[in-house]
């Protein structure tokens, strides 16, 4: 097949990750995929690493008449067998451009109050079953879904070697109010009161940077607490943690929680959306209540406690990775989705 996979996002995050991994993915499957994308986008570089030239298209925002008939121009010219969306964006831009060309598949990657339009999907890709859920209670017909998570790269699961000293618990992701980071710094202000040592990393970038380092400042977490910025290699920060943790307040998914489990970090996260679809609690890592600070703390310590159960949990979320979200499987499931689309859509 030939898909047009469509993202407009300039920034770096979770749902630009999935949109690389789509493109790298239908590729080692055999197919052919032609990435357009904004020009700025901080995902670039990533696809030409991969040997996918993206199309670049300016635009400014889903009503751009004029970006919309160059991406018809384009679309026409391409002649996809199927063109793929990944925001919101993306899909109301394409939805006015294709008129027919091929069929449509909008990815549902979070909980949007425009969720309706995804009613003129030829089909709609959502990345958990609570997602779903929601894109059925907002009208679209359960046969039209398809339950595609995102994917990591899996080898073999690392040896890690003893824990540092002292242990080192880290978090990562945009810093923005959702993602809970607040919330783990005062966790983190909470293991010093009763005693434990540890350092600790929050990496990433965004609007609550400035908060957050203040934040910590007043709970005296400066000693402690380091700010590396956004973390491209993955593989030195989990390496350097005893402990992963995702305290999200609100998290569709959490591309960040299957990066763990391939490097074999023991996980703590918060009974968001996505780690609860995820996760086995207890068995393959250890999830509190959304917000609570005192339950994190408590976890937290339950692993720095217990270096048997820590290594119990990764070894498990490795195994959990490997068999459901690995690149290969995924792959394989979104190849089948997409080959439905395309045959219904022929009928």
């Known amino acids: 097949m030939h898909i047009a996979n469509i993202m407009f996002s300039a920034i770096a ?19 052919r995929v032609t990435a357009i994308t904004h020009p700025k986008a901080a995902i670039n570089p990533q ?50 451009a294709n008129n027919g060309i091929c069929p449509l598949v909008g990815i549902t990657h979070n909980y949007h109050e425009r969720a309706k339009r995804m009613l003129t999907a030829d089909a709609v890709f959502t990345t958990t079953h609570d997602l779903i859920r929601f894109m059925m209670e907002n009208g679209v017909a359960e046969d039209h879904i398809f339950h595609i998570p995102n994917m990591v790269r899996c080898h073999a699961l690392p040896s ?18 959702k993602k809970g980071f607040e919330v783990f710094i005062d966790a983190l202000a909470l293991l010093r009161q009763r005693g434990y040592m540890f350092k600790a990393i929050l990496g990433g970038t965004g609007a609550e940077e ?3 380092k203040h934040h910590a400042h007043k709970s005296g977490m400066d000693e402690v607490l380091s700010f590396p910025g956004w973390i491209e290699d993955k593989k030195t920060f989990y390496s350097s943690l005893d402990i992963f943790c995702l305290p999200s307040l609100h998290e569709p998914f959490g591309i960040v929680l299957l990066e763990a489990f391939v490097y074999g970090t023991p996980v703590v996260a918060t009974n968001s959306e996505g780690p609860r679809d995820i996760i086995t609690p207890n068995f393959d890592a250890l999830i509190v209540p959304m917000g609570n600070a005192t339950e994190l703390a408590a976890a937290i310590a339950k692993l720095l406690d217990n270096p048997q159960l820590a290594a119990d949990l990764a070894a ?8 459901n979200y690995s690149m290969e499987s995924v792959a394989a499931q ?12 022929k009928k």
């Open 210 to 212: 400035k908060h957050l």
């Open 47 to 96: 696809l030409k690493a991969l040997g996918i030239e993206p199309i670049s298209l300016h635009n400014i925002g889903e009503w751009d008449i004029f970006a919309m008939r160059k991406l018809r121009r384009i679309l026409h010219k391409l002649a996809p067998d199927v063109a793929v969306t990944h925001t919101h964006r993306s899909f109301a831009l394409t939805r006015r």
């Open 160 to 177: 890690r070697g003893p824990r540092h000293e002292p242990l080192v618990i880290g978090a990562m992701g945009r810093f923005v109010k």
């Open 316 to 323: 498990n979320a490795f195994a959990k990775a490997k068999m």
């Open 13 to 31: 995050g979770g749902i630009e990750q999935a949109f690389v991994d789509y493109c790298e993915a239908l590729h080692i499957r055999g197919h």
């Open 334 to 345: 979104i190849e089948k989705a997409l080959q439905t689309v395309v045959e219904r859509w």
